[in-house]
């Protein structure tokens, strides 16, 4: 099980990292960002009223902050984590 959770992990790194570059490199780019921020705030606040505490709640939160798109003032309380671009190093295995 275990193996199976790192594994996850890593799938999950490498699709936040395709999706970022895919948002830099791509011609309105800017606006599919924000696009996508919009949906994973909908599946959070969603989410969060039929299990609170689910681990799709944890992933989407993340997610939003690997992309940042939180602020320390954010209203849900998200706050900003460090990626390794802003000096968090890396995680995971092989790392």
Do not use: I, K, N, W
Not at 57 to 70: H, I, K, N, P
Not at 73 to 89: F, H, I, N, R, S
């Amino acid at each position: 099980m275990a193996d199976e959770t790192e594994r996850l992990g890593l799938l999950v790194s490498v699709f936040e990292l395709a999706l970022t570059r895919l948002f830099e490199a791509s011609p309105g780019g800017g606006q599919a960002r924000t696009l996508f921020v919009e949906d994973v705030r909908r599946l959070l606040a969603d989410t969060r009223e039929v299990q609170s505490h689910s681990p799709a709640v944890q992933t989407y939160e993340a997610l939003l902050r690997r992309m940042g798109a939180t602020g320390p003032g954010d209203a849900d309380g998200l706050g900003v984590a460090p990626t390794p671009e802003q000096g968090l190093p890396p995680a995971g295995s092989g790392v």
